[in-house]
């Protein structure tokens, strides 16, 4: 038993031991397990930890901060904590369920469902986004301690200050500068020295002359001054005479005009006031502001006060003199917006903060600025400003605007809406340049103050923003690209101490235009050539650095006052009404002065790149269509202005007319178009054309039906002094610029009549022409609707005393017909109406059928009324056409 009970206590032993190596097994088994769950949860928080850093840190920072950050939490959310997203909710769900996505808020209103919130609000992220926001929740969102989004968040917020355009005007180093060399000159040097480039050579005297011209007033040089700076250049005092021209051409009246026309596309003028419903849609005063421009500028009247005024002329001393309220159009002249005050006030406000601090302020509207420092509450900062003022329609001038007795205290629009007001703000400048706790206005409305605000030299943006639009008119580019946004996403300016000494200058010497114009124009940069630089392109394509002059296109304005300068026939009158040049092919005024319809802006307009008036254009845009071939083709104002000039050389003087020849009339049209004699190739091509023309055209008449006036010799039966009808008015011809003319009287033709003449020396003729022997008949009705007066009287003439038909015709309508006639190659039919017994209700109807037959085949049918044309002239002669031809030029058309 003792035996026995030896063994007994080895199988408790035994026991034991299996127990112990079983537990240890489990244990084992267990470690072993932790060990892989525990690296496998490593390399998970590792890899959430790498998707943190890489996708969702970014996308919460540059898609989610902005309006759920440091400075503000829409709908009480925030993400730039860890704490605020993990215990967060929107409503009553939690912002993160760590591994379900599904019931994360924040993955939810990614979707963009249609019955739920869609965040971003500017839309719906892309797939590879929202799945990188799917795995990081999936993976627990794993959130990195060292993780700063709202340190790194307030950082962005802040960068702005560094941003250069809200810096202080540098003075840049030019201790190396010679005193000899301009401060332009020597700046733009030192780019083109740093990437082993040079100017190029000074452009020719002729070339300098024609593009100062046109730089300062908007026209052509006068011949003279051409000669006379050649002849400068030769005599070795080019220096003296062009240091001369520039100051000559800056004094000239037509500089405000140039110059005051860049002015207006800023300020969105027109003359109407767009879709208004039933009220008045002209603004009867706007002239008036183009005037007060037009004068400013050629007053040279600091551009600190011409600001002022334009903001707050009421206030200022003279606030009763209709002169100088007049600048105010610069405010009220804008779309009234079915006569919203909320969208007027919002043009009002993009109109003062990108024309004159290149910020786009009006984003903040609903929301602060996307990117640059300006909070909603600057917007309605400064529509207090806006709404505090009303626009009198009472004396002494329709264009002010007054303070209203009580201003208006304004509360920020959540989303923009008025009916969802917010927390009140005060009115004031713009927090980003005059701080957050800048004094409110407090003088009335506060526009006086914030004139006073914008023009601070202080302020940074003012001067560079009008400084780059001069160099920009100047050159064809700015300094800085976008002429109207110096936000923070601008990119710098090729030449920031270029462009910073400019505004410092400026300043300084009274913030005066034409001294800032002068000494760009008298830089050796602006006077280089333009041709083509192949060594400095592979470097500076698009010549950002100014190794050569850019050549530049005229404008519209430019084009078509040249071709009135060209053809002797410029109005030069400065100031006064608009007038409707794209209805009148023969308006004489600059084209500054045309009516700016706003609603129905002209196709002619449009096709040559004027800017919309609709709201502030700060550059012309330039492009290259059809139509503006087609314009130069066929319009009656271009192909008058060719038989203008054509007509215009009769010799050296009228006694000496016999030493007109073609060679010399030929040099004459290029002096007048081209501003220069034609080369030896060019004069034998214009020969040529000319002769072959001349050849082609015969009589100069067309086949078919040409306009005029002329005598009818009733004696001989015979039109004497046939005169074409050149103007054009209203769907009529008629021969000059006035109706009644001096000594014609009524004379016209339109498309369903005309009127008679004072006489039968003045007799209104439709003349037929056929260029081939023919056969016609002739059928036709004539009309005249007054009781009063005696009627008139019509009569088909063919050469050689043939009257064919006589009807005449009071108060009624008569038909008339002619039988066949034979008519030989260059013959003619003359339908003359004339007064009959006296001149006066004279107006008549008329409509003409010639049915032309020509052997074989079926007549060509000719009708009067459809076949009208309001051309001055059916087919220009051979020197018109040449005259014509040299219009269309790239040299006319291109400054050099």
């Known amino acids: 038993m003792r035996c026995l009970n030896s063994y007994l206590p080895f199988d408790s032993f035994r026991l034991r031991v299996g127990r112990f190596f079983r537990d240890r097994l489990v244990v084992a088994v267990w470690l072993l397990v932790e060990v892989v769950v525990s690296s496998a949860a490593g390399f998970a928080r590792a890899d959430g930890e790498e998707a943190f850093e890489k996708a969702i840190r970014p996308l919460l920072l540059e898609r989610c901060i902005e309006c759920h950050g440091p400075t503000k939490q829409e709908h009480g959310v925030r993400l730039d904590r860890r704490r605020d997203v993990f215990e967060g909710k929107a409503g009553d769900q939690p912002l993160i369920v760590p591994g379900d996505p599904v019931r994360s808020r924040i993955f939810q209103v990614l979707q963009h469902a249609e019955d739920d919130i869609a965040m971003p609000p500017s839309g719906r992220l892309p797939e590879e986004q929202r799945q990188a926001v799917h795995d990081w929740i999936q993976a627990g969102a794993p959130w990195p301690d060292t993780a700063d989004l709202e340190g790194e968040a307030k950082r962005r917020l802040e960068r702005w200050r560094q941003h250069w355009a809200f810096q202080p005007l540098a003075e840049p180093d030019l201790s190396a500068h010679d005193p000899a060399t301009s401060v332009v000159d020597f700046l733009i040097d030192q780019k083109l020295r740093a990437e082993g480039l040079q100017r190029s050579p000074e452009a020719s005297p002729q070339v300098l002359v024609r593009r100062l011209a046109i730089a300062v007033t908007g026209l052509p040089p006068e011949r003279e001054d051409v000669q006379q700076g050649e002849a400068a250049a030769a005599a070795g005092s080019w220096e003296a005479w062009y240091a001369a021209y ?63 005024r334009q903001l707050a002329a009421d206030r200022l001393p003279g606030a009763e003199n209709p002169e100088q309220l007049a600048a105010m159009g610069f405010l009220t002249l804008g779309r009234r917006f079915l006569n919203n005050p909320h969208d007027i006030i919002d043009d009002r406000i993009d109109l003062v903060t990108r024309g004159l601090l290149g910020l786009t302020v009006a984003c903040a509207r609903c929301h602060d600025h996307k990117y640059d420092p300006i909070p909603a509450a600057d917007y309605y900062s400064l529509y207090g400003v806006f709404a505090s003022s009303d626009e009198p329609k009472n004396e002494p001038s329709t264009l002010r605007l007054v303070d209203r007795p009580q201003p208006v205290e304004p509360v920020i629009f959540v989303r923009g809406n008025p009916a969802n007001r917010g927390a009140a703000v005060p009115r004031r400048f713009l927090s980003a340049l005059a701080g957050d706790n800048a004094a409110a206005f407090r003088d009335g409305s506060g526009r006086l103050e914030l004139a006073a605000a914008i023009t601070d030299p202080r302020n940074p943006l003012t001067a560079r923003v009008a400084v780059n639009r001069i160099w920009m008119q100047l050159w064809g580019r700015g300094l800085v690209e976008t002429p109207s946004d110096f936000g923070v996403r601008t990119e710098p300016p090729t030449h920031p101490e270029l462009l910073d000494w400019l505004a410092r200058d400026w300043i300084e010497h009274g913030w005066s235009q034409k001294r800032l114009i002068r000494s760009i124009v008298l830089s050796q940069s602006w006077r280089q050539r333009s041709d083509r630089r192949p060594d400095a392109e592979v470097k500076d394509p698009e010549n950002r650095l100014y190794a050569r002059m850019n050549r530049l296109r005229l404008d519209f304005e430019s084009q078509r006052d040249a071709a009135l300068c060209a053809a002797g026939r410029l109005d030069r009158t400065i100031g006064g009404p608009s007038a409707d040049l794209a209805a009148d092919p023969n308006v004489l005024r600059r084209a500054i002065y045309a009516k700016i319809d706003r609603q129905n802006l002209p196709g002619l307009f449009r096709t040559f790149d004027f800017a919309s008036p609709d709201t502030h254009a700060p550059r012309r ?143 209104a003729i439709r003349r037929w022409r056929t260029e081939r022997t023919c056969r016609v008949l002739v059928h036709g009705v004539i009309s005249h609707a007054n009781e009063q007066g005696d009627g008139i009287r019509m009569r088909v003439v063919a050469p050689g005393g043939r009257v064919l038909a006589d009807v005449s015709v009071h108060n009624g309508t008569q038909p008339l017909a002619v039988p066949a006639i034979e008519l030989q190659a260059g013959d003619w039919l003359d339908f003359v109406a004339d007064c009959a017994g006296g001149p006066s209700h004279d107006t008549f109807g008329s409509r003409f059928v010639v049915s032309q037959s020509m052997g074989t085949g079926a007549p060509r049918v000719w009708k009067s009324d459809e076949d009208f044309r309001e051309v001055a002239a059916p087919r220009q002669d051979a020197w018109a056409q040449l005259a014509h031809t040299l219009l269309m030029t790239n040299e006319f058309s291109f400054v050099d």
């Not at 603004?283 to 002022?308: P, T």
């Open 621 to 763: 845009y330039q492009t290259t269509v059809p139509q503006q071939g087609l314009y130069y083709l066929n319009n009656a104002f271009v192909m008058n202005r060719a038989g203008e000039i054509a007509a215009a050389y009769a010799g050296p003087a009228p006694e000496n007319a016999a030493k007109v020849t073609p060679e010399s009339r030929i040099e004459r049209l290029f002096q007048l178009v081209l501003l220069r004699r034609p080369t030896a190739d060019e004069q034998a091509a214009a020969l040529i054309l000319v002769n072959q023309l001349q050849q082609l055209q015969g009589s100069g008449e067309a086949e078919g039906w040409n306009y005029g006036f002329g005598e009818l010799v009733e004696s001989e039966s015979v039109v004497r002094n046939f005169q074409p009808l050149r103007t054009v008015r209203e769907g009529r011809l008629q021969y000059g610029e006035q109706l009644p003319d001096p000594q014609l009287g009524y004379v016209f033709l339109n498309k369903t009549g005309g009127h008679t003449g004072r006489s039968l020396e003045h007799c």
């Open 246 to 308: 520039v100051d000559r051409l800056l004094s000239s009246p037509h500089y405000g005009e140039r110059w005051g026309r860049y002015w207006l596309d800023l300020a969105r003028y027109a003359d109407t006031r767009g879709y208004v419903f039933m009220e008045d849609r002209d603004y009867k005063d706007a002239w008036r502001y183009r005037e007060w421009v037009i004068r400013s500028l050629n007053s040279d009247m600091g551009w600190d006060e011409f600001v002022r």
